[in-house]
């Protein structure tokens, strides 16, 4: 086939050496090869993620096979604009129960008020509550990445697209989490739109109720973000940000929650809701894939069932992997509340050049993680930590007692050639084939 050069010049040269590679390789297949190809890949990965590696980033997990088959169930290419009963093309009778049924769904599962399913993910997601919440030129007071602040929060993500203007909120390192104090300063000073919560590494939970009497003397709303702890708000871990006083609960669903690729929307606020609604249809989403939404609303279903028994395995499990870390002598970062009280913790990265390189040297060890940021001096490239969490590793079974089996691997890795601890883990991954926390099916 003619070779497809790509021109995208801004590339890094990394990027564009790696590109450079995937294309010779496509420029060499014949078109009828592609979907070999491509299946092969597909394939390949999924063995390097359920049987060759462990995978610790908090940003991934695995679906339940049922949610998964009805991603390929002839759904997604079925176009469903409008509400159900009135949508603009007829035949979909059947699908808009499915929508329906999701969102009744995700209101139980977390107990709001109203669930938008539509959005197609966490990032436009949070587009859509900032758009709700504000317009272009406002003020918009974000957790910095010295926290995990998330990239749609500021300038290059969603809140920039939208025309927000991101100021960044003040940290209380100990907490691992926002200052409120010099918040109320902040927001008395900056008079945001919108303030938001969560980040992509939440050690603690954060002073939600806090944070929304700032935002309600400054008439802000605040947006909490629960990409990553979806999971333990809908097992009843961690206390509901509705509940808190959140005007808005946003998130991805893939991560601790173990759904396909999405987003979510909660609020308890009519008007609010309202907005939401307009925005995600006729707005950004108009039609959406009604295969995802089916998968999700299986994904919910099953934390109905035994939601509470996975998040409560999860924040267990990272509690005694950090305690076998620590004890291990791993770089464990711990700041005056603890290592975690949820399903992640962070490794300091000062003495591997970073979290992004560390990440990469554990790789090399069959061992997936990604670097973030952590409020602690650190004048190195890429972020300053590692982030390791156990919502996949408990997934398929992982629990408290084999933390410290997996501590060693870890801290084997970062001191020796991890190369070395390659095998250890693909035979330790090897012990764990079985998913778990799916719900059970109905009985006949």
Known sequence: MPEPHSARG??????????????????ALAPGDVAGWVAQRLAASRVLHEQTCWNLNPAANVLDPRAEALLAAGAGTRPSLGHAGEKYETGLEELEQVEVAAAALARAVFGARHAEVRLPSGATSN????????????????????????VTHHADGAAGLAGFRTVSAPVDAANHTVDVDALARLARREHPAVITLGTSCNLHPHPVAAVREIADAVG???????????GLLAGGAWESPLRQGAHVVSMSTYKSLAGPAGGLLLTDDDTIAERLDAIAYPGLTANFDVGRVAALAVT???WL???PEYATAMVATAAALAEALQAAGAPLHSPEAGACSGHVLA????GHGGGDALARRLRRANLLASGIGLPVDHTGPGPAGLRIGTNELVRFGVGPGDAPELAALLVAALDGPPEAVAADVTAHRARFPRLHHLGAPATT
């Open 10 to 27: 801004w590339l890094s040269p990394t990027a564009a050496q790696r590109e450079a590679e995937v294309l010779r390789t496509l420029d």
């Open 127 to 150: 587009l859509t509550a900032f758009l709700a919440a504000g317009r272009p030129g406002d003020v918009l007071v974000a957790p910095p990445a010295s926290i995990g602040g998330h």
């Open 220 to 230: 802000a709303v605040l947006v909490f973000d629960a990409a990553h702890v979806a």
């Open 300 to 302: 919910l279903a099953g």
């Open 305 to 307: 069932q035994d939601g």
């Open 347 to 350: 490794l300091r990265a000062d």
